[in-house]
């Protein structure tokens, strides 16, 4: 914790540090959320996904994009936090001083777990025989397991390791990320994949399948983002008063308009 009070107490970031440190953060959100609702699309949903060429490009984009984000987070994250320029990236102090913060260790873990998650993927959207279209009797179970974990690194890395009851934190954290992968990760398969399905009874069940999953999703969002926000604000005036105040309106205001989008889809699927 000493090393990364140290790091983090640096000058400003260059700004194309900056800049694309901001972006491998976004990436990873944005990657995670298209790996892991292709995935719940494919066995929940829709099984018949694991046969759609689009939802295999969604997976792939996902699983390509978390794993450059990570790579290229963890090697801006040094630079970042000690206010330095590019140059700085590949400077073996840097990455020293990285792996021996928390969020070091946290991202490498990431980054092995998609080493796995990548036979997982092959097994789900590899060629199979007409009869055997089922998965290996020991394939949820481990993919349940490293589901859980990616979703967990988030907030391994982040604020919800900090501070009181850190492991409450993390539960919650952990299902807020996860109920935002398939939440808004869903609207884009169910956009690309199952809309465009010529075949109006696997539109209208895939459609409705995921609009009741987006509705406990948006459930789970909202409980979990009113309990972070309560645990790390502690109080209603903190939201204008301080900067992650002022970022939690901001998310909330997003949140917000993704409502309003949710609404129109639902009303969309309810009425195929």
């Avoid at 998650?117 to 055997?132: E, I, K, M, Y």
Wanted: charged fraction near 15%; hydrophobic fraction near 60%; include cysteine.
């Amino acid at each position: 914790e000493q090393v990364a009070e140290g790091l983090l107490a640096g000058q400003e970031a260059d700004r194309a540090v900056a800049i694309g440190w901001a972006t491998a953060r976004w990436v990873v959100f944005a990657s995670l959320a298209l790996l892991v609702v292709g995935v719940v699309f494919a066995v929940v949903i829709w099984p018949g996904a694991r046969d759609a060429r689009v939802t295999r490009r969604i997976v792939t984009a996902g699983w390509i994009g978390l794993t450059a984000s990570t790579v290229v987070g963890a090697l801006l994250f040094g630079a970042y936090s000690r206010g330095g320029a590019l140059s700085d990236v590949w400077d073996p102090d840097v990455v020293r001083d990285t792996l021996a913060t928390r969020f070091g260790p946290v991202w490498l873990l990431r980054l092995g777990l998609l080493v796995v998650v990548f036979g997982l993927l092959r097994v789900l959207f590899g060629r199979r025989a007409p009869a055997g279209r089922g998965l290996p009797g020991w394939w949820l179970p481990v993919a349940g397991v490293l589901g859980v974990a990616l979703v967990s690194t988030p907030g391994l890395a982040g604020h919800a390791s900090t501070g009181d009851q850190r492991i409450l934190a993390l539960l919650l954290d952990a299902v807020h990320v996860a109920a935002m992968a398939v939440w808004v990760g869903g609207l884009v398969v169910l956009a690309a994949a199952v809309l465009p399905v010529d075949d109006v009874e696997i539109v209208r069940t895939a459609s409705r399948r995921f609009s009741r999953v987006a509705l406990a999703c948006v459930a789970a969002l909202v409980v979990t983002g009113v309990a972070q926000t309560w645990r790390v604000v502690g109080g209603l005036d903190a939201l204008r008063t301080t900067e992650y105040g002022r970022i939690l309106v901001v998310k909330l205001v997003v949140f917000v308009l993704m409502l309003v989008v949710a609404s129109f889809s639902r009303e969309i699927a309810t009425r195929i």
